[in-house]
């Protein structure tokens, strides 16, 4: 990964306090696990960025690289990575998602 | 590229030697796998973690043969 992809990652996780990773578009996910994640934030009401890493070539190889996980999607919050589909399904399902967005105070429905 | 399900285990077991894994074909297309791996060296460890070493164990295959891999991880209960 070269440092131009680096920094343009490490400024979107750092100006957005909730950054998705996706395939595909908040609007049109364009696969499976990233529409998980989509359906989840957006049913416990939580604003967040979408990145759609099949636009960007150097970004869907990059993140990969950034976070350490092989997978797509990638969910940030206030710079910290969270976790792919799996673990963000499991957070929601025992409410520990809920939790974490209230203690690094992010806001979600009530 | 599809993956077999003893290569995944065997993968797993070779870099987490104590992990118990059960390893179910969702689809029945070699291509879609749940994992449920429980081991020692998990103790300690966030999720991220946890899945992180799995991954590794898996050397790279995740995300390009293996397609597909829910993964839940956990270290055994006392």
Same mark, same amino acid.
């Given at each position: 990964?070269? &440092? &131009?992809?680096?920094?343009?990652?490490?400024?979107?996780? &750092?100006?957005?306090?909730? *950054? %998705?990773?996706?395939?595909?578009?908040?609007?049109?996910?364009?696969?499976?696990?990233?529409?998980?994640?989509?359906?989840? %934030?957006?049913?416990?009401? *939580?604003?967040?960025?979408? *990145?759609?890493?099949?636009?960007?070539?150097?970004?869907?190889?990059?993140?990969? @690289? #950034?976070?350490?996980?092989? &997978?797509?999607?990638?969910?940030?919050?206030?710079?910290? #990575?969270?976790?792919?589909?799996?673990?963000?399904?499991?957070?929601? @399902?025992?409410? @520990?998602?809920?939790?974490? #967005?209230?203690?690094?105070?992010?806001? *979600?429905?009530? | 590229? =599809?993956?077999?399900?003893?290569?995944?285990?065997?993968?797993?077991?070779?870099?987490?030697?104590?992990?118990?894994?059960?390893?179910?074909?969702?689809? $029945?297309?070699?291509?879609?796998? =749940?994992?449920?791996?429980?081991?020692?060296?998990?103790? $300690?460890?966030?999720?991220?973690?946890?899945?992180?070493?799995?991954?590794?164990?898996?050397? $790279?295959?995740?995300?390009?043969?293996?397609?597909?891999?829910?993964?839940?991880?956990? =270290?055994?209960?006392?």
């Amino acid at each position: 990964m070269d &440092t &131009t992809t680096h920094d343009r990652i490490r400024q979107q996780v &750092t100006d957005n306090s909730v *950054v %998705l990773f996706m395939k595909g578009t908040p609007v049109f996910p364009q696969c499976g696990f990233s529409a998980t994640v989509v359906q989840i %934030l957006s049913h416990i009401g *939580v604003k967040f960025k979408g *990145v759609d890493v099949l636009a960007d070539s150097s970004v869907r190889e990059g993140i990969k @690289e #950034f976070s350490a996980w092989p &997978t797509i999607p990638q969910l940030y919050v206030k710079g910290e #990575f969270i976790g792919g589909c799996d673990i963000i399904r499991e957070m929601f @399902e025992t409410g @520990e998602l809920q939790q974490m #967005f209230e203690e690094k105070g992010v806001p *979600v429905r009530a | 590229m =599809a993956m077999d399900a003893v290569t995944i285990e065997r993968l797993i077991k070779e870099g987490l030697p104590d992990a118990q894994v059960s390893i179910e074909d969702l689809r $029945g297309d070699g291509d879609h796998y =749940a994992a449920t791996v429980v081991s020692g060296a998990f103790r $300690g460890k966030s999720r991220v973690q946890q899945h992180q070493m799995v991954y590794q164990a898996l050397r $790279g295959r995740m995300g390009n043969e293996l397609h597909a891999l829910a993964l839940q991880t956990s =270290a055994p209960e006392d």
